[in-house]
Protein backbone atom coordinates (compact mmCIF):
# COMPACT_ATOMS: atom_id res chain seq x y z
CA UNK A 1 0.00 0.00 0.00
CA UNK A 2 1.41 3.36 -0.61
CA UNK A 3 1.32 6.12 1.71
CA UNK A 4 3.38 9.42 1.92
CA UNK A 5 6.06 9.68 4.42
CA UNK A 6 4.21 11.87 7.72
CA UNK A 7 4.46 15.12 8.66
CA UNK A 8 5.57 15.07 12.59
CA UNK A 9 2.18 16.73 14.05
CA UNK A 10 4.58 16.79 17.73
CA UNK A 11 6.48 19.24 15.52
CA UNK A 12 3.84 21.45 14.81
CA UNK A 13 2.51 21.07 17.99
CA UNK A 14 5.31 22.23 20.03
CA UNK A 15 6.49 25.13 17.32
CA UNK A 16 2.85 26.49 17.50
CA UNK A 17 2.68 26.58 21.14
CA UNK A 18 5.99 28.49 20.69
CA UNK A 19 4.80 30.50 18.47
CA UNK A 20 1.20 31.51 20.43
CA UNK A 21 3.19 31.99 23.55
CA UNK A 22 5.57 34.58 22.08
CA UNK A 23 2.23 36.23 20.06
CA UNK A 24 0.93 36.34 24.55
CA UNK A 25 4.08 38.10 25.37
CA UNK A 26 5.56 40.26 22.94
CA UNK A 27 2.14 42.81 23.00
CA UNK A 28 2.58 42.67 26.78
CA UNK A 29 6.22 44.17 26.60
CA UNK A 30 4.87 46.55 23.40
CA UNK A 31 1.72 47.61 25.66
CA UNK A 32 3.75 48.27 28.99
CA UNK A 33 5.37 50.94 26.13
CA UNK A 34 2.23 52.29 25.29
CA UNK A 35 3.46 51.13 21.58
CA UNK A 36 1.26 47.97 21.33
CA UNK A 37 -1.30 49.07 18.10
CA UNK A 38 1.76 50.98 16.46
CA UNK A 39 4.42 48.26 15.93
CA UNK A 40 1.78 45.04 15.95
CA UNK A 41 3.42 42.87 18.03
CA UNK A 42 1.05 39.99 17.56
CA UNK A 43 1.37 39.30 13.90
CA UNK A 44 5.17 38.77 14.20
CA UNK A 45 4.98 35.44 15.63
CA UNK A 46 1.72 34.35 12.98
CA UNK A 47 3.75 34.88 10.29
CA UNK A 48 7.18 33.24 11.28
CA UNK A 49 4.68 30.38 11.82
CA UNK A 50 3.35 30.22 8.80
CA UNK A 51 6.93 29.66 7.20
CA UNK A 52 8.09 27.41 9.95
CA UNK A 53 4.99 24.99 10.49
CA UNK A 54 2.29 23.50 8.35
CA UNK A 55 -0.63 25.70 6.75
CA UNK A 56 -3.23 24.36 8.78
CA UNK A 57 -1.14 24.59 11.90
CA UNK A 58 -0.27 28.17 11.23
CA UNK A 59 -3.84 29.01 10.67
CA UNK A 60 -4.50 27.37 14.43
CA UNK A 61 -1.74 30.27 15.68
CA UNK A 62 -3.30 33.09 14.48
CA UNK A 63 -6.55 31.81 15.62
CA UNK A 64 -5.82 31.21 19.07
CA UNK A 65 -3.51 33.53 19.58
CA UNK A 66 -5.79 37.09 20.14
CA UNK A 67 -8.28 34.35 21.86
CA UNK A 68 -6.18 33.39 24.25
CA UNK A 69 -4.47 37.09 24.97
CA UNK A 70 -7.94 38.79 25.24
CA UNK A 71 -8.77 35.96 27.87
CA UNK A 72 -5.61 36.42 29.70
CA UNK A 73 -4.63 40.26 29.83
CA UNK A 74 -7.85 41.55 28.04
CA UNK A 75 -6.21 42.75 25.06
CA UNK A 76 -7.52 42.80 22.34
CA UNK A 77 -10.92 42.81 24.00
CA UNK A 78 -13.50 41.02 23.00
CA UNK A 79 -16.65 43.39 23.13
CA UNK A 80 -16.33 45.26 20.79
CA UNK A 81 -15.21 42.35 19.01
CA UNK A 82 -11.73 43.50 18.13
CA UNK A 83 -10.31 40.30 19.38
CA UNK A 84 -12.88 38.31 17.15
CA UNK A 85 -11.89 40.53 13.89
CA UNK A 86 -8.13 39.73 15.00
CA UNK A 87 -8.39 35.98 14.92
CA UNK A 88 -10.15 36.01 11.27
CA UNK A 89 -7.06 38.38 10.22
CA UNK A 90 -4.65 36.34 12.11
CA UNK A 91 -5.13 32.92 10.70
CA UNK A 92 -5.37 33.85 7.51
CA UNK A 93 -2.32 35.43 8.12
CA UNK A 94 -1.06 32.39 9.01
CA UNK A 95 -2.57 30.21 6.74
CA UNK A 96 -1.78 32.60 3.61
CA UNK A 97 1.93 32.83 4.34
CA UNK A 98 2.52 28.99 4.94
CA UNK A 99 0.56 28.20 1.71
CA UNK A 100 2.57 30.90 -0.33
CA UNK A 101 5.95 30.10 0.42
CA UNK A 102 5.27 26.77 -0.46
CA UNK A 103 3.94 27.19 -3.86
CA UNK A 104 6.39 30.48 -4.66
CA UNK A 105 9.48 30.41 -1.84
CA UNK A 106 9.60 33.73 -2.00
CA UNK A 107 9.68 35.04 2.03
CA UNK A 108 9.02 38.75 0.88
CA UNK A 109 6.50 37.97 -1.75
CA UNK A 110 4.22 35.73 0.76
CA UNK A 111 4.62 37.62 3.71
CA UNK A 112 3.28 40.76 1.57
CA UNK A 113 0.39 39.02 -0.16
CA UNK A 114 -0.47 37.70 3.13
CA UNK A 115 -0.61 40.73 5.32
CA UNK A 116 -2.79 42.10 1.96
CA UNK A 117 -5.18 39.09 2.80
CA UNK A 118 -4.96 39.14 5.63
CA UNK A 119 -6.38 42.80 6.18
CA UNK A 120 -9.11 42.25 3.31
CA UNK A 121 -10.26 39.14 5.38
CA UNK A 122 -10.34 41.89 8.74
CA UNK A 123 -11.90 44.11 6.35
CA UNK A 124 -14.95 41.75 5.33
CA UNK A 125 -15.41 41.14 9.16
CA UNK A 126 -15.57 44.54 10.14
CA UNK A 127 -18.09 45.56 6.84
CA UNK A 128 -19.90 42.04 7.76
CA UNK A 129 -20.17 41.13 11.39
CA UNK A 130 -19.70 44.66 13.14
CA UNK A 131 -23.31 45.67 12.17
CA UNK A 132 -24.19 42.50 13.35
CA UNK A 133 -23.52 43.96 16.78
CA UNK A 134 -24.88 47.12 16.51
CA UNK A 135 -21.75 48.71 15.68
CA UNK A 136 -20.85 50.95 12.70
CA UNK A 137 -19.30 48.77 9.87
CA UNK A 138 -16.28 49.50 8.32
CA UNK A 139 -15.32 49.64 4.68
CA UNK A 140 -13.71 46.02 3.31
CA UNK A 141 -11.00 48.50 1.90
CA UNK A 142 -10.40 50.26 4.83
CA UNK A 143 -7.56 48.31 6.38
CA UNK A 144 -5.43 48.49 3.22
CA UNK A 145 -6.14 52.15 2.34
CA UNK A 146 -6.29 54.20 5.58
CA UNK A 147 -6.77 52.26 8.52
CA UNK A 148 -2.72 51.20 6.85
CA UNK A 149 -1.11 54.48 8.06
CA UNK A 150 -1.66 53.74 11.81
CA UNK A 151 0.12 50.75 11.49
CA UNK A 152 3.27 51.61 8.77
CA UNK A 153 5.82 51.12 11.75
CA UNK A 154 4.77 47.78 12.54
CA UNK A 155 4.73 46.87 8.87
CA UNK A 156 8.08 48.24 8.06
CA UNK A 157 9.58 46.50 11.21
CA UNK A 158 7.88 43.16 9.55
CA UNK A 159 9.17 43.73 6.55
CA UNK A 160 12.67 43.68 8.14
CA UNK A 161 12.34 41.35 11.08
CA UNK A 162 10.24 38.25 9.10
CA UNK A 163 13.01 38.06 6.22
CA UNK A 164 15.77 38.03 7.93
CA UNK A 165 14.56 35.81 11.20
CA UNK A 166 13.88 33.20 8.43
CA UNK A 167 16.95 33.39 6.32
CA UNK A 168 19.01 33.07 9.41
CA UNK A 169 16.91 30.20 10.67
CA UNK A 170 17.20 28.22 7.10
CA UNK A 171 20.65 28.95 7.58
CA UNK A 172 21.38 27.56 10.71
CA UNK A 173 18.74 24.28 9.72
CA UNK A 174 20.45 21.13 9.11
CA UNK A 175 19.30 19.63 5.88
CA UNK A 176 18.09 16.50 5.35
CA UNK A 177 21.87 14.99 5.28
CA UNK A 178 23.16 13.44 8.40
CA UNK A 179 26.41 10.85 7.30
CA UNK A 180 29.62 10.40 5.91
CA UNK A 181 29.79 13.70 4.30
CA UNK A 182 28.57 15.82 6.49
CA UNK A 183 26.09 17.17 3.98
CA UNK A 184 23.40 17.99 7.55
CA UNK A 185 25.82 20.66 8.53
CA UNK A 186 25.56 22.47 4.94
CA UNK A 187 23.37 25.62 4.47
CA UNK A 188 20.85 25.65 1.51
CA UNK A 189 23.58 27.30 -0.83
CA UNK A 190 26.64 25.10 0.89
CA UNK A 191 24.24 22.35 -0.29
CA UNK A 192 23.32 22.83 -3.89
CA UNK A 193 27.29 23.84 -4.66
CA UNK A 194 28.15 20.42 -3.42
CA UNK A 195 25.29 19.00 -5.69
CA UNK A 196 26.85 20.58 -8.21
CA UNK A 197 29.93 19.88 -7.93
CA UNK A 198 29.07 16.17 -7.90
CA UNK A 199 27.21 16.26 -10.41
CA UNK A 200 27.84 18.97 -13.09
CA UNK A 201 24.88 21.29 -13.29
CA UNK A 202 21.81 21.35 -10.85
CA UNK A 203 18.09 20.88 -11.88
CA UNK A 204 15.26 18.82 -10.73
CA UNK A 205 15.66 15.55 -10.85
CA UNK A 206 19.30 14.88 -9.18
CA UNK A 207 17.42 16.85 -6.38
CA UNK A 208 14.78 14.53 -6.33
CA UNK A 209 17.52 11.79 -6.06
CA UNK A 210 19.62 12.86 -3.61
CA UNK A 211 16.09 13.65 -1.57
CA UNK A 212 14.88 10.19 -2.08
CA UNK A 213 18.49 8.84 -0.71
CA UNK A 214 18.68 11.11 2.62
CA UNK A 215 15.21 9.77 3.04
CA UNK A 216 16.06 6.07 2.66
CA UNK A 217 18.84 6.93 5.30
CA UNK A 218 16.57 7.81 8.19
CA UNK A 219 13.67 5.57 7.42
CA UNK A 220 15.89 2.75 6.80
CA UNK A 221 18.20 4.00 9.70
CA UNK A 222 20.87 2.55 7.96
CA UNK A 223 24.46 2.84 9.70
CA UNK A 224 26.75 3.85 6.97
CA UNK A 225 27.11 3.68 3.45
CA UNK A 226 28.16 0.25 3.14
CA UNK A 227 24.92 -1.59 4.38
CA UNK A 228 22.43 -0.13 2.22
CA UNK A 229 21.69 -0.91 -1.24
CA UNK A 230 19.30 0.94 -4.03
CA UNK A 231 18.01 -0.46 -7.32
CA UNK A 232 17.41 3.10 -9.41
CA UNK A 233 14.75 3.24 -12.67
CA UNK A 234 15.12 6.24 -14.41
CA UNK A 235 15.43 5.46 -18.11
CA UNK A 236 19.06 6.65 -19.85
CA UNK A 237 17.83 10.05 -20.82
CA UNK A 238 18.25 13.56 -18.93
CA UNK A 239 16.82 14.89 -17.11
CA UNK A 240 14.89 12.36 -15.19
CA UNK A 241 18.38 9.91 -15.63
CA UNK A 242 20.09 12.67 -13.88
CA UNK A 243 18.10 11.05 -10.49
CA UNK A 244 20.48 8.32 -10.21
CA UNK A 245 23.46 10.48 -9.22
CA UNK A 246 21.23 12.33 -6.95
CA UNK A 247 20.57 8.95 -5.59
CA UNK A 248 24.62 8.21 -5.28
CA UNK A 249 25.30 11.25 -3.27
CA UNK A 250 22.23 11.26 -1.08
CA UNK A 251 22.12 7.99 0.04
CA UNK A 252 25.94 6.70 -0.43
CA UNK A 253 25.13 4.04 -2.52
CA UNK A 254 27.83 3.39 -5.91
CA UNK A 255 28.42 1.32 -8.61
CA UNK A 256 31.71 1.02 -7.28
CA UNK A 257 30.97 -0.44 -3.67
CA UNK A 258 28.44 -2.78 -5.73
CA UNK A 259 25.84 -1.42 -4.00
CA UNK A 260 24.23 0.65 -6.78
CA UNK A 261 22.28 -0.80 -9.72
CA UNK A 262 20.71 1.69 -12.28
CA UNK A 263 18.29 0.31 -14.46
CA UNK A 264 17.34 2.15 -18.05
CA UNK A 265 14.40 2.12 -20.61
CA UNK A 266 14.81 1.51 -23.72
CA UNK A 267 18.45 2.89 -25.56
CA UNK A 268 17.06 6.41 -26.31
CA UNK A 269 14.23 6.36 -24.58
CA UNK A 270 13.05 9.44 -21.83
CA UNK A 271 11.96 7.92 -18.67
CA UNK A 272 8.59 9.20 -17.36
CA UNK A 273 9.23 7.61 -13.75
CA UNK A 274 12.00 8.23 -11.47
CA UNK A 275 11.90 5.38 -8.48
CA UNK A 276 14.42 3.90 -5.84
CA UNK A 277 14.19 0.48 -4.44
CA UNK A 278 16.27 0.95 -1.42
CA UNK A 279 17.29 -2.20 1.05
CA UNK A 280 19.40 -2.85 4.28
CA UNK A 281 21.97 -5.44 2.73
CA UNK A 282 21.54 -8.68 5.27
CA UNK A 283 23.90 -9.44 8.07
CA UNK A 284 26.56 -12.35 7.79
CA UNK A 285 25.00 -15.50 8.04
CA UNK A 286 24.74 -16.61 10.90
CA UNK A 287 25.46 -20.48 12.70
CA UNK A 288 22.37 -20.50 15.07
CA UNK A 289 19.55 -18.94 12.63
CA UNK A 290 19.38 -17.67 9.27
CA UNK A 291 18.85 -13.95 8.63
CA UNK A 292 15.14 -12.25 7.85
CA UNK A 293 15.61 -10.66 4.05
CA UNK A 294 15.31 -6.96 3.83
CA UNK A 295 12.14 -5.26 3.62
CA UNK A 296 12.98 -3.37 0.80
CA UNK A 297 11.47 0.80 1.17
CA UNK A 298 10.35 2.08 -2.37
CA UNK A 299 10.45 5.64 -2.90
CA UNK A 300 8.94 7.11 -6.41
CA UNK A 301 8.92 10.56 -7.45
CA UNK A 302 5.06 11.48 -7.54
CA UNK A 303 3.26 11.82 -11.08
CA UNK A 304 2.08 15.74 -10.05
CA UNK A 305 5.17 17.04 -8.63
CA UNK A 306 7.40 15.39 -11.59
CA UNK A 307 4.59 16.81 -13.75
CA UNK A 308 5.56 20.64 -11.71
CA UNK A 309 9.42 20.04 -11.78
CA UNK A 310 9.16 19.60 -15.74
CA UNK A 311 7.37 23.32 -15.70
CA UNK A 312 9.70 24.75 -13.29
CA UNK A 313 12.73 23.49 -15.48
CA UNK A 314 10.98 24.81 -18.46
CA UNK A 315 9.91 28.71 -17.27
CA UNK A 316 13.20 28.95 -14.28
CA UNK A 317 15.65 27.03 -15.43
CA UNK A 318 17.79 24.63 -13.86
CA UNK A 319 18.79 25.92 -10.32
CA UNK A 320 15.60 27.84 -9.91
CA UNK A 321 13.84 24.48 -10.02
CA UNK A 322 16.25 22.89 -8.14
CA UNK A 323 15.61 24.90 -4.89
CA UNK A 324 12.25 24.82 -5.38
CA UNK A 325 12.53 20.77 -5.23
CA UNK A 326 14.88 21.21 -2.27
CA UNK A 327 12.69 23.47 0.06
CA UNK A 328 9.77 21.12 -0.68
CA UNK A 329 9.06 18.24 1.99
CA UNK A 330 9.10 14.46 1.71
CA UNK A 331 5.72 14.12 1.69
CA UNK A 332 5.11 16.27 -1.80
CA UNK A 333 7.69 14.70 -3.34
CA UNK A 334 7.29 11.13 -3.04
CA UNK A 335 5.18 8.34 -2.67
CA UNK A 336 6.72 5.52 -0.10
CA UNK A 337 6.07 1.76 0.23
CA UNK A 338 7.31 -0.77 1.75
CA UNK A 339 8.42 -3.48 -0.47
CA UNK A 340 9.16 -3.51 -3.89
Given at each position: ?59 V ?34 L???W???Y ?11 A????L ?72 S ?48 C ?51 P ?6 V ?8 G ?10 S ?19
Open positions: MTSRPPRSPVRDVVLGGLFIGLALVLPVLFHFIGSGQVFLPMHIPVFLAGFTVSPWAAAVGLLSPLLSSVLTGMPPLSPPLAQGMMVELAVYGATALYRTHRVVLSWALSVLGRAYGLFGALILPLFGLQGIPVLYPVTVGLVTGLPGIAIQAVLVPAVVYFTQRAKPSVGRRGVNLGRLDREALLRIEDFHGHLGPYVIFGFRAGQLALRVLEAKGFFDLEADVHCGDRPPVSFADGVQLGSGCTTGKGNLKVTGGPPGVASAVARAVFRLRPPSPSSVAPPAPVPLTVLRPDVAARARWLDELGDREAMRILELPDEELFEVRRGS
